[in-house]
């Protein structure tokens, strides 16, 4: 039986081709965003909302990167940012409906990729693949609210008094 770390070598390898369908169909030189902009746009579609801080940490970027991801995102007229009501420091991320548009035609380019691929595959496998993937994704979820869950448990470091000497004089 192979062990954990080996099949997760021979599933990275088997993935390649998978990413390679994919990325085909935003391979159009038409298309107005980097691979990067289009995971800003995807995080931003599935987490409308969002705020700066928020994007820099799903990327595992500095703020002052993902900032400039989304300067030039907003200049082509693909995001909004908005203040927050509350607390005017934050800012929140929205796309806009040309976004929202370009986001579905690259979806339809996905669908039309994969679809090409999976008519080669037998019934069988086709369920097989659904079922395996849609598995690593539950997987994948609940790692991600593990993580969540995990930082939010971290205690917030108090704020310096002037008994310790760090506080205002």
């Given amino acids: 039986m192979r062990s954990v ?26 298309l107005p965003v ?14 409308p909302g969002l705020n700066l801080g928020g994007l820099a940490e799903a990327l595992d970027v500095v703020p002052s990167s993902a900032s400039r991801l989304c ?3 907003a200049a082509t007229g ?25 986001l579905e035609d690259l979806r339809q380019r996905r669908v ?11 019934a069988g496998s086709r369920r097989a693949l659904l079922r395996s993937l ?11 609210a593990e993580a969540a869950k995990a930082v939010e448990a971290i205690p917030q470091d108090p704020a310096p008094s002037s008994a310790d000497g760090l506080g205002a004089a």
């Fill in 5 to 30: 770390s080996d099949l997760a070598v021979a599933v990275e390898a088997a993935v390649g081709p998978l990413l390679d369908v994919l990325d085909s169909a935003r391979d159009d030189p038409r």
């Fill in 34 to 47: 980097s691979a990067t902009q289009f995971r800003v746009l995807t995080i931003l579609a599935r987490r």
């Fill in 71 to 73: 300067d030039r995102l």
């Fill in 78 to 102: 693909l995001i909004t940012r908005a203040p927050d009501r509350h607390d005017r420091r934050e800012v929140h991320l929205t796309l806009t409906s040309t976004a929202v548009t370009l």
């Fill in 112 to 122: 039309v990729a994969i679809s090409a691929v999976l008519t080669k595959m037998p």
């Fill in 134 to 144: 849609t598995a690593f994704a539950l997987a994948s979820e609940g790692m991600m």
